[in-house]
């Protein structure tokens, strides 16, 4: 059996993880939040894709892309989150199981983080766990993808 691949996106402005807003994003930059990933990928025998934009419509194409090439999809878009008609209707539309991930807990912040336009069209949400949640999510997504295996 090949080794399932699971796309981890990261939507505008993670990038500045990091470096700036410690007290609510933590301390940890993309780059070790991805080396931690990668590593907790090998014990699971799965391989990532991890990659971030600044750019609504490139995570869109990397969603379409995710449907096709990835056996799961993990995805913290971040401001989009809230916003975004565009990445909701991208979301639906891809078959693969899919997480969606936030460093904090956006229903103990400001009113306009408390909606979200992924959580409706995706398997399961993890928030509030800081940077620890994407390895959680890793976890949770290699469970859903050799779930579906027994079930073919
Ligand atoms: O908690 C999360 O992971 C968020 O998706 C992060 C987004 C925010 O808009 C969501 O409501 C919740 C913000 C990402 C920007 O991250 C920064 C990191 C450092 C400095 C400035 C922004």
């Known amino acids: 059996m090949t080794t399932p691949v699971i796309f981890i996106l990261n939507g505008p402005n993670l990038n500045l993880l990091g470096v700036r807003e410690p007290a609510v994003y933590g301390h940890d930059t993309l780059e070790q939040i991805e080396q931690r990933c990668a590593s907790r990928a090998g014990k699971l025998k799965v391989e990532i894709d991890f990659r971030q934009t600044n750019t609504e419509g490139e995570l869109i194409d990397w969603v379409h892309e995710a449907n096709s090439q990835a056996q799961a999809l993990i995805l913290n878009a971040a401001g989009y989150s809230h916003t975004s008609v565009a990445l909701h209707d991208a979301l639906k539309a891809c078959s693969i199981p899919k997480i969606e991930l936030h460093i904090s807990n956006i229903h103990a912040r400001e009113a306009f983080r408390h909606k979200s336009m992924v959580s ?17 999510a890793l976890d949770a997504a290699a469970r859903l993808i050799e779930k579906s295996q027994k079930n073919q």
């Open 120 to 136: 409706p069209v995706v398997t399961g949400l993890i928030c509030g766990f800081g940077t620890d949640g994407y390895v959680m």
